[in-house]
């Protein structure tokens, strides 16, 4: 709750105030000593009239779609009610700005309720930013009806958005990608070599004729298949080192850091399992998890995790992802590659590092 003052109306009502305690010290009888009893119960009388409708102001906020796509137009609801017996006039409402775009609903539009009365919102909605947080109505303010003070409090009903990175080619664009593809390491779960291996199984329907073995087939009396070797990729790594920040301190610079790891996480995934190339990526999702992303599948998975689930559990969830850093700048990489991308950099070039 904040409560602002405005000096102009204030210095006013204070004259009327001393003018109306000398009027009554002077002349007396009932008539001055009401308008007296008057001026000093306004600001409380309109305290006690702002907190009730506060009491009674409900506000049901909701988007069409339950996951959102960064920069994308949708519909957004807001449902104000007063279920008081007393009018509300010209509460005030505060939107979140720094964020979204709510195109028919400005910051600072008033809207009055009469007593058991419902006003609905309906308006476009474009979220800035990838990642979880508030969007719509951020604030509600009301006005005593002599304008000397404001009290302005945070909507009891807030509406939380979860927001997807665009996939784009951001990474691709700041690593020199290429060079991951000519060595060996993580077997692929979905590609497999052209030359087969040594390993044979039985015919199915569908096999090439070319995978046949037929001396093994004529011995076994049963036609029999070489089966090809996973193929090998360099063993490429991605540790995801998000910032820990609670959610209350969760500003617009916070916002616009998360959303440039979120995307940039999201590109360098969607490089390589577009390509069928495996990565492994460690990110804490509550705990610290890892995802192998070598496939358009596996891909979405971890694409439906970074929305809203990158965050940590506790502080020593934040520890084991620092040890994870300190081991990986530790270590020799001769046949392994990891990108560090960092959240809480502080200079530019710290966002992202390649160890290997």
Request: hydrophobic share 40%; charged share 25%; aromatic share 12%.
């Amino acid at each position: 709750m904040k409560i602002y003052i405005h000096k102009k109306a204030l210095i006013i009502y204070l004259i009327i105030l001393v003018a109306g305690i000398i009027f009554a010290s002077y002349v007396g009888g009932p008539v001055s000593y009401a308008l007296l009893y008057a001026l000093l119960l306004v600001v409380p009388v309109s305290v006690l009239y702002i907190m009730l409708n506060y009491r009674f102001i409900s506000i049901f906020q909701e988007i069409d779609v339950h996951r959102l796509s960064k920069g994308e137009d949708y519909m957004y609801h807001a449902i104000l009610e007063n279920s008081g017996i007393l009018p509300i006039h010209e509460l005030k409402l505060g939107v979140y700005d720094d964020r979204c775009r709510l195109y028919e609903i400005d910051d600072g539009k008033k809207v009055s309720l009469e007593a058991r009365e419902k006003a609905e919102l309906v308006s476009k909605i474009n979220c800035k930013f990838a990642g979880a947080y508030n969007v719509g109505l951020d604030t509600i303010s009301f006005t005593d009806p002599f304008n000397i003070y404001s009290i302005e409090f945070v909507v009891p009903y807030s509406f939380r958005a979860i927001v997807s990175p665009r996939i784009t080619d951001v990474a691709e664009k700041a690593l020199d990608l290429e060079n991951f593809h000519n060595s060996t390491g993580l077997k692929s779960t979905s590609m497999s070599e052209e030359i087969p291996s040594g390993n044979i199984r039985s015919y199915t329907r569908g096999d090439p004729i070319s995978s046949i073995n037929w001396k093994v087939s004529a011995r076994l009396s049963e036609l029999m298949v070489k089966m090809p070797d996973p193929m090998e990729r360099r063993m490429v790594s991605i540790l995801m080192k998000a910032a820990d920040v609670p959610e209350i301190d969760r500003d617009t610079e916070f916002l616009k850091r998360r959303d440039k790891f979120l995307e940039f996480a999201v590109s360098a995934a969607w490089y390589f399992g577009n390509q069928n190339i495996p990565v492994k990526i460690v990110y804490p999702a509550g705990k610290i998890k890892e995802s192998i992303v070598d496939s358009n599948k596996s891909f979405l998975e971890f694409y439906s995790i970074v929305e809203d689930g990158i965050l940590y559990n506790s502080e020593a969830d934040v520890r084991d992802i620092e040890n994870c850093l300190n081991d990986i700048r530790g270590r020799e990489h001769d046949s392994d590659t990891w990108i560090i991308i960092r959240e809480d950099y502080e200079k530019e070039e710290d966002f992202c590092t390649v160890f290997g």
